[in-house]
């Protein structure tokens, strides 16, 4: 089997892109999509995206950890698979898609693209953290020096404990960098390992800020380890709406492969 590809990276979190609008990729093969997003011996990545027909849409994103485990929404991805539809000519300037957390609409600014997510409706407090889903889950945790913190063993640790149930938790620590800008380290589950960039994470991270008055902005710069994002969000009756992840995506290289 031939499988064509397009490696797209999103600030650093990157993805193996197929156009699968054919139906043709064997979508239960969670060895396949393994070996795809590995970096030693398949083509490498943070995770494997399907772009799909959609009978109301533009299209359909189907994610994938690079473990070949099915996953939740991914805010880069979701931009990068939108950067990819255009290079298809499936869209223009403008997207409209179902992920797995819903409807998204997506547009292309400055050679950026700004992707609205779902809307929060609620930031848990905890002594420690603050949790918040942003289409997939988010613990969101201050620390100092941030730049030699151990990201992947503290979050691994906090992943796996009992704060939170088998399925596990995206970790994110964060450090304040300006009243209006952060920067953050994610631990991604499915990935297991720091990425260097999350755009759920970054969501996640602009909401707690402003929820604990860490900011009074509304529009929130944050600094991840392969670039930078903003979080930009209205709030109404301490709900977050008009969220959207704004940030660069690029096509790095195509090819084909054949298994």
Known sequence: MQINFYKYQ????????????????PKNNTKLIEF????????????????????????????????????????????????????????????HFEASDGYHYAKFENNLIALQMIDVTEVKHFNSHEYVYTGSPHHVQFVDDLVHFDVKNEGARL????????????????????????????????????????????TAVGIAMYATNKTTSNQININVLGGKLTISFDVENNSYKNVFLTGPAEMVFAGSLEV
């Open 10 to 25: 999103g600030t650093g979190n990157d993805f193996v892109m197929i156009d699968n609008r054919d139906n043709s990729f």
């Open 159 to 202: 992943r796996y404990s009992d704060l939170y149930d088998a399925s596990g938790c995206n970790i994110n620590f964060v450090e304040q960098i300006e009243a209006d800008t952060f920067s953050v380290r994610t631990y991604e589950r499915g990935v297991e390992d720091e990425t260097l960039s999350c755009g759920t994470g970054a």
């Open 36 to 95: 795809l997003c590995d970096r030693r011996f398949g083509i490498g990545g943070d995770g494997l995206i399907l772009l799909e027909n959609h009978e109301k849409y533009d299209f359909t994103m189907v994610y994938y950890n690079s473990d070949g485990s099915t996953s939740t929404m991914c805010g880069n991805g979701g931009r990068c698979l939108v950067a990819f539809a255009k290079q298809l000519g499936v869209i223009e300037n403008e997207a």
